[in-house]
């Protein structure tokens, strides 16, 4: 005998004790998909048969039954099952998780299971006991299918059970291996002659008076439901589709006017109300026959599809993640109507809960039901009912190019009940309240570059102070700056950094061409800048007024006086308005990587507390030390000691003589390294008086609407930036900049001379990238940039002494690997963050990587690398 | 570096009472880097010794572990160049048998007040010069201070902080070496040390009498000891008994007192009454505070029964730690950790753990948020978390004419992002509150001014209906 059971469904044993259901149990099913009652009481109280822990086992194992089912995971229920209330439980069980209850029945006589139960070794069950059990069962049988069983399937005698297959089978609405592409059209509502020109549209070749349309080779499409009511020409538009289904040209979901009419034909009582009326116009002209077809197609539709792999789901009236692919009454009126709170609105519409706002699914779900605008992209899931009937568009959603078309309804077939609302888009998304859960502890983040990167609790800890503190509005924030590790430590002598190393990683890693970039020595700063406050509020969701935001590495305001923030933004939207930015890049806001100086200006207090004190310290402290050493050479050179004063007894015994004059000449050495030091730090500090003072230089051309620019070669970046940013207001300069063919060792020299000259004018040094943005060999990732920097700037980073002594061989001691995987994790996650930001997904996605950053920011790396 | 001066007849002998012979210059081995001693003057009437600190900048940074003393041993590093607690040590060891105040061979002369002056090369001032005179003035010697620019080249950025100090005085020259050893890191106030228990008894040692006669010795003890309350107690104690006449109660120095004026313990208090009072009237009982810190209100609340269920949420997981201590939650019983909950969250995100309490309490903490993102904590504590009462205290910036120092739009608080007049916190409370269902009330914290208003204002959001 062979039995069909649904892929996910609650699958109920029912039978008397020795009736053979582990057996069974164990033969079709795995053993992690059985929870046997037996098991858990021995997993409790380490017997099997103890009674007493039966209430404990029972509710451990529906707690374990409820996370399979979760994960859509078939489970078997291995207990008697015999009594009505055990088997109410298996029946709640499945209505909570929507899916079919299925009851297998074991029917053994009681003379077997006795038999069985008396042969036993282990344990045994009285024999009244198995005598009741089979009683129950008798009396249960024929009810099960009324009690909620949507599946019984009663095995009469061992050689039934014996002989039994079971089958699984998928559900109707689980199309996963349709892969499409799909042309999802959305609420028709009668309209057929709109509905004809967007499948023109569209490419099918449509035979209006055939009812009829062919798409175009490998096409399919989905009909969201709603194709009629208070629209001209419902029954054109049931016949086309019925037309178009039948073949398998179309697939298609029911909406809640569909049910109604299906209502309506199965001689139901309706209310005349929104538009059906027109359809039972049209039906009285109408023979029987079609009648009958049109009832059979309604009631043979399936609540919604899950399709392409579980990447897509359409339904009528959208569908929460816990719901799709699952089959019960609940879903279906989630599918038809949405979910309603039983209130209705000043028209006299059901309110529904803004369960879009809300989904979290990975699966995108395509819906109408409510009618908007334009389609309303949120949280992955996308309205495209653009309310043909009332005079707005009949929209189609072709997927996987998530491109939409549409056509303008010919005419407002019907007032509209209420006024279309505008849609909300990504960031500007109503979710856009981030929660904590989001955030906090142990966090996986799928990225495109480095698959996924793990983020500790600790630093997601430290990160959520320094987010909620000190960052500005997450809004704005779509990408930090990843860490950049320097090159590989030099050999050669008095060399800390060297190009030679940078060059030779990236040739060992295959590259062939590299560019270097002079590092500006200022503070790092990512720019944002709308064309206007009205499209920031738009794109981004800020509900300040502001239009732009000038911020650190660690998110927070570059700008302390917003002022001075919207003194740059004007000036950087002049440039941009001048050199023809917006239209060249069809855009009206940019995301800028870019270095501020003078570093004095964001460090002034650590110029002031810190690097200025030790200079001042140094230089006046070891000058006042010289001299006294001078003078004490002088005063033992001039004078003999005077008689009797010789070796006087001391104690403790002398100590070692002094050669003051090797300390004198160390003391003038120690002296000139703090002079260099001083002026290394100065070449990077003026005074600011206006925005005018600043200087800033862009490097990345890191995002525009719709586009990130990884994809072009840092080359591109410095011209692009060169030609549309830079020059045309001093505040914003170009970076100096070289390409290096590493096969030529004439062009790795020169770029070192190079290096060699822009460090030893005072530069910081450079920053060496391979050609490509984002650098990789094979499958693995590449450092996207080494800095390489120069040997006086480096007095600012190790002390101004530690080219003196043997400092330097401490410091060559350095390792560099914890820095190079975060170096990667972080750049992995701040190109998924813009990826994510493009792509309109919702704040807290973008967020989530934002903050990723920030919190691998927080783990603690030698902060001199 | 230190040099020492003597004048007088026979002045070399400077070098017996230092133990340091003066045409010898030495070289003295520390555990992190070597000392030096040698004269640069040396005549009939005069007398110069100088003590020299030689330290590698770079070996210091690197030989010390990882997170030891916050930045204290980071490579660019004013240590190897100024006078600090290393040069205390130095002169312990250097000096020791000269600081005991015995010389073989010359003790009458170590007994007595000498003419002696001594110069600290670069000493980090924390307390500016005034503080200089009065802790060396009343031990009796001339003070003579000469500052620096941060650097030269830009004005603006003002002073760099380090005095070069000369002291000159009649003195006996174990008091000036024992003055120096707790006086320069009572001014550069960055020991290289870990400050404990054994630090009071150096503090005695070689304080003793002079330090229990002084009258800065609450400020000298407080710095020597790293503010350390206890340890701070403890010595003031000691030197109490040491000075059996003393009874007066001990000030505190001017910079302390400005930390945690007096004033604030209590407008503090009145807040925490004022917070208790309307929980009471409200008839909450299931109390939750948003930016709990170290649990000051928890620790008030926790008394009365009233509250059956109390919870605290702060961003900063230290500041958590620190409430769980003060409200010695680790070790208590089931039913305390049941009734008290500590948690890390953030105003600025959505927290279902934020549901279902009867009131929330948001005491003076919206003012250190950015004004911009107070639209998100109103989303997620009137929106989403929806508690029956909710009651937000921030300062009155009204009241700030009433602080000396506070005039010209100073805000109180380096960290507090806003101060609010009456009439801006009461706009905004009544905006949030129509926005999101809500009534809202005000009252007054501390004692009003007649024109300014109270200290700090409280508003007390009801939801209707």
């Known amino acids: ?83 009505k209330d055990a088997r109410a439980q298996v029946l709640k069980l499945a209505r909570d998780q929507d899916c079919h209850a299925v009851a297998i029945v074991l029917d053994i006589p009681e003379k077997v299971c006795q038999a069985r139960n008396a042969a036993r070794s282990d344990r045994t069950v009285p024999a009244s006991v198995v005598a009741r059990h089979s009683d129950a069962l008798r009396r249960s049988i024929r009810h099960l299918r009324k009690e909620g069983f949507r599946y019984v399937h009663v095995l009469k005698g061992q050689e039934e059970v014996d002989a039994c297959e079971i089958v699984r089978a998928p559900l109707w609405n689980d199309k996963r291996e349709l892969e499409g592409p799909f042309d999802v059209i959305g609420d028709v509502h009668g309209c057929y002659g709109e509905l004809c020109a967007l499948l023109a549209k569209l490419g099918y070749s449509v035979a209006p008076d055939a009812f009829d349309a062919v798409p175009p080779a490998g096409r399919t499409a989905v009909f969201l439901g709603d194709l009629c009511d208070r629209g001209p020409r419902n029954v054109a538009v049931l016949r086309l589709v019925m037309n178009m289904t039948r073949v398998g040209r179309a697939l298609c979901v029911p909406g809640n006017h569909d049910v109604k009419l299906l209502r309506m034909l199965g001689g139901g009582a309706v209310k005349p109300t929104h538009g059906i009326d027109r359809t039972k116009a049209e039906f009285s002209a109408v023979d029987g026959e079609f009648a009958g077809e049109v009832e059979a197609f309604l009631r043979g539709l399936v609540s919604h599809y899950v399709l392409d792999g579980g990447r897509l789901v359409v339904s009528h009236a959208g569908l929460k993640e816990k719901y799709q692919g699952r089959g019960s009454p609940r879903v279906r009126n989630f599918c038809l109507y949405g979910e309603t709170t039983g209130e209705t609105d000043e028209f006299g519409l059901p309110v529904l809960l803004p369960w879009a706002d809300e989904y979290r699914g990975g699966a995108l779900v395509v819906y109408g039901h409510t009618p908007v605008l334009e389609p309303e992209l949120v949280n992955n899931t996308i309205c495209i009912d653009t309310g043909c009937v009332f005079g707005g568009k009949l929209t189609a959603f072709r997927y996987p190019e998530r491109e939409t078309v549409q056509v303008a309804a010919f005419s407002e077939h019907y007032p509209p009940v209420r006024p279309l609302k505008p849609p909300r888009v990504g960031s500007a998304a109503p979710d856009d309240l981030l929660r904590i859960e989001d955030v906090l502890g142990i966090r996986r983040i799928s990225t495109r570059l480095r698959k996924v990167v793990k983020i500790n609790a600790e630093n997601s800890a430290a990160a959520l102070e320094v987010m909620s503190r000190f960052a500005a509005d997450p809004h704005w924030l779509i990408y930090l700056p990843p860490a950049m590790s320097p090159c590989e430590t030099s050999q050669l002598p008095g060399f800390l950094e060297h190009p030679e190393e940078a060059f030779s990683y990236y040739a060992s890693h295959g590259a062939e061409q590299c560019v270097c970039e002079e590092k500006h020595m200022g503070s790092r700063a990512v720019v944002v800048c709308s064309r206007d406050a009205g499209s920031a509020a738009r794109r981004f969701g800020v509900g300040d007024g502001s239009s732009g935001i000038v911020h650190t590495r660690t998110g927070r305001h570059f700008f302390d006086d917003p002022a001075d923030r919207d003194a740059i933004l004007s000036r950087l939207r002049a440039s941009l308005d001048a050199s023809g930015f917006w239209e060249r890049f069809s855009t009206d806001w940019v995301c800028l990587d870019c270095e501020i100086m003078p570093w004095s200006a964001k460090a002034q207090k650590l110029l002031e507390d810190r690097y200025a004190a030790v200079g001042r310290a140094g230089r006046t402290g070891l000058a006042a030390v010289g001299e006294t050493i001078a003078r004490a050479i002088e005063t033992l050179s001039a004078a003999a000691p005077p008689d009797g004063a010789s070796a006087p007894s001391l104690s403790p015994p002398p100590a070692p003589m002094l050669d003051l004059s090797g300390l004198l000449e160390r003391f003038r050495a120690r002296e000139d390294a703090l002079e260099s030091y001083v002026n290394a730090y100065r070449r990077y500090c003026w005074d600011v008086k206006g925005p005018e003072d600043y200087r800033i230089a862009p490097f ?166 | ?88 040590v130095a002169i312990a060891k250097v000096f020791g048998t000269a600081m005991s105040g015995r010389s073989e061979s010359r003790q009458e002369l170590a007994d007595s007040l000498l003419e002696l002056s001594a110069s600290v090369a670069m000493l980090p001032c924390r307390g500016g010069r005034e503080m200089l005179e009065s802790v060396f003035g009343p031990l009796g010697y001339g003070v003579a201070i000469e500052t620096f620019p941060a650097d030269e080249m830009f004005p603006s950025w003002g002073g760099s902080g380090h005095v070069c100090l000369t002291l000159r005085g009649m003195v006996r020259l174990s008091d000036l070496l024992n003055h120096l050893y707790v006086l320069i890191p009572v001014f550069d106030s960055r020991k290289h040390y870990w400050v404990g228990e054994d630090e009071v008894a150096k503090l005695l040692r070689h304080g003793g009498q002079w330090l229990s006669e002084h009258p800065m010795k609450a400020f000298i003890a407080e710095r020597y000891l790293k503010r350390s309350r206890p340890l701070v107690n403890m010595a003031l104690e000691r030197l109490a008994e040491a000075n059996a006449a003393d009874g007066e109660i001990l000030p505190l120095g001017p910079e302390e007192a ?39 209100l928890l620790a008030f609340l926790v008394r009365d029964s009233q509250f059956s269920s109390l919870a605290g949420m702060d961003v900063s997981s230290d500041a958590l730690e620190r409430a769980e201590e003060r409200l010695k939650l680790k070790d208590a019983g089931d039913f305390l950790r049941g009734r008290v909950k500590l948690f890390q969250g953030s105003l600025a995100y959505r927290d279902g753990r934020l549901e279902g309490y009867d009131a929330a309490c948001v005491v003076e903490v919206i003012e250190h948020m950015d004004e911009p993102r107070l639209e998100a904590f109103a989303k997620s504590l009137l929106g989403h978390a929806r508690p029956r009462a909710a009651i937000v205290t921030t300062p009155n910036r009204e009241y700030n004419a009433r602080f000396p120092g506070l005039d010209g739009g100073k805000l109180r608080h380096a960290d507090h992002r806003f101060e609010w007049t009456r009439a801006e916190f009461r706009d905004w409370a009544e905006t949030v509150a129509a926005r999101f269902g809500y009534g809202a009330r005000f009252s007054d914290i501390g004692e009003p001014d007649p024109a300014h208003g109270p200290p700090s204002q409280m508003a007390v959001f009801t939801l209707c209906g």
């Not at chain 1, 164990?26 to 009652?37: I, K, Q, Y």
């Not at chain 2, 604030?264 to 709990?292: I, M, P, Q, T």
């Open chain 1, 1 to 83: 005998m062979r039995i069909e059971i649904p892929q996910l469904s609650v699958v109920a044993l029912v039978g008397a004790s020795g009736c053979g259901k582990s057996t069974f149990a164990g033969r079709h099913f795995l053993p992690t998909e059985v929870l046997s009652s037996d098991f858990f009481r021995g997993l409790i109280s380490d017997d099997e048969s103890d009674q007493k822990v039966t209430p404990q086992a029972f509710e451990t194992l529906y707690y374990i039954a409820n996370r399979r089912l979760d994960l859509g995971r078939l489970t078997v229920i291995d207990a008697t099952n015999v009594q």
């Open chain 1, 700 to 865: 990345h051309l890191l995002a525009t609407e719709g586009r990130i620019w990884f994809s072009e070669s840092h080359l591109w970046h410095m011209k692009t930036l060169g030609e549309f940013v830079a020059g045309r207001d001093p505040v914003f300069i170009a970076t100096d900049h070289r390409m290096v063919d590493l096969k030529d060792r004439g062009s790795v020299s020169g770029a070192v001379k190079w290096w060699e000259d822009l460090t030893g004018s005072g530069g910081e040094g450079m920053v060496v990238k391979p050609l490509d943005f984002v650098p990789m060999k094979g499958s693995s990732l590449l450092q996207p940039a080494v800095k390489c920097r120069g040997r006086e700037y480096l007095r600012i980073i190790y002390g101004p002494e530690y080219l003196l002594g043997n400092g330097m061989e401490l410091l060559k001691k350095r390792s560099l690997s914890r820095k190079r995987g975060l170096a990667l994790d972080e750049f992995a996650l701040g190109i998924e963050s813009l990826e994510r930001f493009v792509r309109n997904e919702p704040l807290r996605s973008v967020h989530e990587c934002v903050f990723g950053v920030l919190a691998l920011e927080s783990e603690p790396v030698d902060p001199r690398l």
């Open chain 2, 1 to 88: 570096m230190l040099t020492i001066t003597y004048e007088g007849e026979n002045a070399a002998d400077l070098g017996y009472l230092l133990h340091k012979f003066p045409y010898r210059p030495q070289e003295f081995q520390l555990n992190w880097g070597k000392a030096y001693v040698f004269y640069p003057e040396i005549s009939e009437r005069r007398a110069t010794a100088a003590l020299l600190l030689d330290m590698d900048p770079v070996g210091l940074a690197r030989g010390r572990g990882r997170g030891g003393g916050a930045g204290l041993f980071d490579y660019v590093n004013d240590r190897p160049y100024v006078s600090s607690s290393f040069m205390s």
């Open chain 2, 258 to 296: 400005s930390d945690f004026p007096e004033r604030a313990r209590s407008l503090n208090a009145a807040r925490y009454g004022a917070v208790a009072a309307e929980l009471k009237a409200l008839s909450a009982r299931k109390v939750v505070d948003l930016g709990c810190g170290a649990g000051g």
